[in-house]
C-alpha cells in the first residue's frame, strides 16, 4: 500500500514562503505523476503536478510563485511556495498516480493572513 506523508505547513504572513515536503513510501518513479492539490470548502484543486518524465504543470493562480521539484533518492516531491497569498490558504494534499489509481497523503495546513 502506497503511503504519502506530507510536512512544512503552517502558519504564515503575505509575502511570505513556506516550502512543503511529500515523502513516499515507494519509489516516486513508480509513479506516473506527482502533484499538490489545495482543498477548500467545496473543492479540491490542483496546484501543481510533476510527471514521471520531469514535465511540470501550475494551476494558473500559482504560476511564477510556486514550484515543484522532486528527490527521487529521498523519495520526496517539494512544493515551494513565494510570494503567498491570502488566497493560497487550504488544506495540500500530495497525490501520486499509478494505473488509473489515486493515492493520497493526510494533508497539511497552509494560512496566509496578516
Known amino acids: 500500500q502506497v503511503q504519502l506523508e506530507e510536512s512544512g505547513g503552517g502558519s504564515v504572513q503575505p509575502g511570505e514562503s513556506l516550502r512543503l515536503s511529500c515523502g513516499s513510501s515507494?519509489?516516486?518513479?513508480?509513479?506516473?505523476?506527482m502533484g499538490w492539490y489545495r482543498q477548500v470548502p467545496g473543492s479540491r484543486d490542483l496546484v501543481a503536478s510533476i510527471n514521471v518524465g520531469g514535465r511540470t504543470s501550475y494551476a494558473d493562480s500559482v504560476k511564477d510563485r510556486f514550484t515543484i521539484s522532486r528527490d527521487g533518492a529521498k523519495k520526496v516531491v517539494y512544493l515551494q511556495m513565494n510570494s503567498l497569498k491570502p488566497d493560497d490558504t487550504g488544506v495540500y494534499y500530495c497525490?501520486?498516480?499509478?494505473?488509473?489509481?489515486?493515492?493520497w497523503g493526510q494533508g497539511t495546513q497552509v494560512t496566509v493572513a496578516s
Open positions: 515507494e519509489n516516486i518513479f513508480n509513479f506516473n505523476s
Open positions: 497525490n501520486a498516480k499509478i494505473h488509473r489509481r489515486d493515492y
